[in-house]
């Protein structure tokens, strides 16, 4: 499985994003899906997840802020972001799990200015 990310870039405080992240092969079988930040010399956070049934959890700093989705059809998942702050900053990683086995994407950067 291939994942790619797209919709990353620069947007000021207050303002929204959406990431996607586009599997080569179906996720449909995928047991969950994650969406992990992180910057250079700072820890990996987990920032979001969704399982193959749409059950989600978000870390406690994007609730109510972010919504993780995914679409099937598209092979598909989302990360729609609002109320964007510079705490934000990061590179936003997708992850694809099934068993044990984890598929990464490539990385998109999310800056956001004060």
């Known amino acids: 499985v291939q994942l790619v990310e797209s919709g990353g870039g620069l947007v000021q405080a207050g303002g929204s994003l959406r990431l996607s992240c586009a599997a080569s092969e179906t996720i449909f079988s995928l047991n969950a899906m994650v969406w992990y930040r992180q910057a250079p010399g700072k820890q990996r956070q987990l920032v979001a997840s969704?399982?193959?049934?749409?059950?989600?959890n978000y870390a406690d700093s994007v609730k109510g802020r972010f919504t993780i989705s995914r679409d099937n059809a598209k092979n598909t998942m989302y990360l729609q972001m609002n109320s964007l702050s510079p705490e934000d900053t990061d590179v936003y990683y997708c992850?694809?799990?099934?068993?044990?086995?984890?598929?990464w994407g490539q990385g998109t950067q999310v800056t956001v200015s004060s």
């Open positions: 992850v694809g799990r099934y068993g044990t086995d984890e598929y």
């Open positions: 969704i399982t193959s049934g749409g059950r989600t």
